[in-house]
């Protein structure tokens, strides 16, 4: 086998140079004194932190985006446990047809999903940013919970259902004692995707977005075009640190590849 | 505990609402508006009419935005599939106590946002960025060079955002070989790069043509990346649009170049899907 390859390796690690690159240095110069970013810094100091974490704009966007994140989430929970149920244990006609449409927003370039949502809801007169927004959130967050719950529902041993119905549970008592439990490390890497998914959106949220109302991707790519200061890189770390967290969680709980659904 | 089809429809309801709200009535929208003449965003006349699309398909500007996306999107799924493999291989081969680690690393450019990827590709790429420092300290150039802005950096930024996409792919595939396939070339007196050549590539295939479609169908529609990294003004198609629709307020031509992106989009997965019939056939055949 050629597992001792020392070529392939050699490769493998210097591509994985080039992964971190960007998340690496963004790191480490965040923590420079100087009013540009700087790698390595030659003077460390927090004051960028600081910065970053005072100025109103961001804040305002940070709590738009953690609002329209927990709440899309929120919402899609439901929608998408009660589809991915019948998905998986349904038999009827059009059932592959009715999947595809559920997984399309991950087909559809994201660009041309925000175009559609402004133009359309600009013509039939629903101009409420945040509204429009969370809309467009549940819809592009929805496949990826589906798709978690739909692999957890699969791999699920219908015995213990089995066993439940025998032993005169309701179906709606078997469903919440007994298949929810089963399912629920799915739901939650599924909940955590759609969090991360809605939260990082650029996109969809560019064309939603108005002058009051901000996200926070929105916001800082915003201020990118002007200012290059580390700033960015102090807001950046913070985020890495929070997405970090995340892919541990679900890399604890279900495995993140399986979480991709690949 | 199966449900009934009454019963499985019914499940299914709020989901079929979301996505016909959110995302088929749009999208048929944007398809009808693309079809109509507007000023600065209202339609001037209900008529159906393929101006826009006249006007797109006839203009050199936009249609080199076109050409200039697909063709770089191309040069990006290439290296994605250079630097994909060895990235594959090490996650398939590495043993099971460095796995979660490496798949995190490797998964890297998805978890962290693009917005915060490409800020760090601007402190690398930057006048005053890191390879223009090192390369000014070896005394390899006396000025520094223009690498931020250009379209090397897309092309950079969006491997790294595809990377990812092919290494799962191909990995995918690696996983699904019968070990014993080249356990006996090996035995057969085959050395380690011709087990790699003849019995490993070509039965990761199908999973290189899917990383490929993903690969290239997320960078032709990308924008974040042309548009912090990139040339100024509009240099790929997603920037474009954006452009028509928010500088220019031209939103018929920007409908029409949408419609044309989701069908170039779509065009490729179909295409995609059947060639992984075939190659599957042919992969499930060579099994057999």
């Known amino acids: ?262 | 505990m199966n449900p009934t089809r009454a019963a499985a429809l019914l499940l299914l309801a709020p989901a079929l609402l979301v996505i016909a709200i959110g995302l088929a009535a749009p999208l048929a929208w944007l398809l009808r508006f693309s079809l109509m003449l507007s000023e600065t965003g209202i339609p001037v006349s209900d008529a159906v009419t393929p101006a826009n699309y006249t006007r797109l398909l006839g203009d050199a500007f936009h249609m080199r935005v076109f050409a200039k996306t697909l063709g770089l999107s191309l040069l990006v799924t290439l290296f994605a599939m250079l630097l994909g493999y060895p990235l594959a291989h090490a996650l398939w081969r590495i043993s099971a106590r460095w796995r979660g680690v490496l798949t995190i690393v490797v998964l890297s450019p998805l978890l962290v946002s693009i917005v915060v990827s490409s800020y760090g590709w601007l402190v690398i790429l930057g006048t005053n960025g890191l390879v223009n420092r090192a390369l000014l300290g070896l005394g390899l150039i006396q000025a520094p060079l223009k690498l931020l802005y250009t379209e090397g950096a897309i092309v950079l930024g969006l491997t790294h955002i595809v990377l990812p996409f092919m290494a799962l792919s191909i990995l995918a595939a690696l996983e699904r070989i019968d070990p014993r396939f080249a356990e006996a070339a090996a035995v057969l007196g085959a050395g380690r790069w011709s087990v790699l050549r003849h019995v490993t590539l070509p039965l990761a295939l199908p999973g290189l043509i899917a990383g490929t479609t993903l690969a290239f169908s997320i960078a032709m529609s990308a924008y974040v990346t042309p548009a912090v990294l990139g040339p100024s003004g509009p240099n790929f198609i997603a920037t474009t649009i954006y452009n028509e629709f928010v500088t220019l307020f031209d939103w018929g031509l920007g409908a029409a170049m949408a419609i044309c992106l989701l069908v170039l989009g779509l065009g490729l997965v179909f295409a995609f899907l059947r060639l992984v019939y075939r190659v599957g056939g042919v992969a499930a055949a060579g099994r057999a």
Do not use: K
């Open chain 1, 1 to 262: 086998m050629s597992t001792r390859n020392p070529l392939l390796w050699f490769v493998a690690a210097l591509v994985l140079c080039f992964v971190l690159a960007p998340i690496v240095v963004v790191i480490v110069a965040s923590f420079t004194q100087a009013s540009v970013p700087e790698f390595p810094p030659s003077q460390w100091s927090l004051r960028w932190y600081a910065h970053a974490l005072s100025q109103p704009v961001f804040r305002a966007a940070a709590w738009n985006s953690a609002v329209l994140a927990a709440i899309a989430t929120l919402i899609n929970i439901p929608i998408a446990l009660m589809a991915a149920f019948a998905l998986v244990r349904g038999r009827f006609p059009g059932r592959e047809a009715i999947q595809t449409v559920l997984l399309a927003p991950l087909i559809v370039p994201a660009v041309v999903t925000g175009i559609a949502i402004l133009l359309a809801f600009s013509a039939a007169g629903w101009r409420d940013a945040m509204s429009r927004l969370l809309l467009a959130h549940v819809v592009i967050t929805l496949p990826y919970m589906v798709r978690t719950i739909m692999a957890s529902l699969a791999r699920l041993d219908p015995v213990a259902e089995e066993a439940a119905m025998t032993l005169g549970a309701s179906p709606l008592r078997c469903f919440l004692h007994v298949t929810l439990p089963l399912v629920m490390p799915g739901l939650i890497a599924g909940a955590v995707f759609a969090f991360i998914v809605s939260f990082d959106n650029v996109s969809v949220s560019l064309f939603l977005t108005s002058a009051r109302t901000s996200t926070l991707p929105i916001a800082v790519l915003g201020y990118v075009e002007y200012n290059i200061d580390p700033s960015i890189a102090a807001l950046s770390t913070l985020l890495i640190g929070a997405s970090l967290i995340a892919a541990l969680l679900v890399e604890r709980v279900v495995g993140l590849r399986r979480a991709l659904g690949s």
